[in-house]
């Protein structure tokens, strides 16, 4: 992929940050997936809801912290980042995926809280990419921690599934909510969040949707979403 002058740049100030602060210190939104099978790891996408939208990628080796590929997108109006992802036979079978996403344009608001990205096995046309954007709401987000420490999903699924959601700080890991639901059907769901009293950090926090199939021949592919608690 060819970078523009300004984008290049950017690289550098983010590869930069990262040099000093670590991968979830650098500017912009960030999101984590953890322990992703490699198998099932072939297409990334990213949801872009500001024009001039610029990801990138880590994938990272969960055991060692070493770096397996690094890469970047761009997309110039609204819509899906894509990056398609070719395992290398020497990564290990389960993987982190870190994502920082964020405007092209340094003087434009910082991407709001509302991206979510798609880890798939297979690619995935544009008109599941709309059904995705189109089912996929985000209440109460961002959203403050001294008053309102709750929220609601609304999600697609594609196949009969259950779904465990887990929600973590993306700088600390720490785990803020987990939830198992059964037994949904293929269409339009939904699912409330509740950090209750516990204490919590500001900063991004990744709500990842990890499903499985109940017929395993079945695409459904999982997702994370941002969450910014103010």
Known sequence: MSLTPKEAEIVRKWIADNATAGPHESSGG??????????????????????????????V?????????????????????????????????????????????????????????IISSALIDKAMLDKFESAVSFEKNPFSLATEKFGMFTYQVETASDLTLRIKSSRSGTTAFEKNEFNLRA????????????????????????????????FQPDYVILLRAM
């Open 187 to 218: 269409g339009k769901n939904a699912v409330r969040w509740d950090f209750g009293p516990q204490p919590l950090e500001k900063g991004d926090y990744s709500a990842r949707f990890r499903f499985r199939a109940h017929d395993a021949r079945a």
């Open 30 to 59: 960030h999101l984590v997936a953890e322990d992703v099978e490699k198998h099932s790891l072939k297409h990334i996408y990213c949801l872009g809801v500001r024009p001039n939208t610029f990801g990138r990628i880590d994938i």
């Open 61 to 117: 080796n969960e055991a060692t912290g070493d770096v397996l590929l690094t890469d970047w997108s761009r997309t110039e109006q609204t819509g899906w980042l894509h990056w398609e992802i070719q395992p290398n036979k020497l990564w290990p079978e389960r993987v982190t995926i870190r994502l920082t996403v964020g405007p092209v344009d340094e003087l434009a608001p910082s991407e709001p809280a509302g991206t979510v990205f």
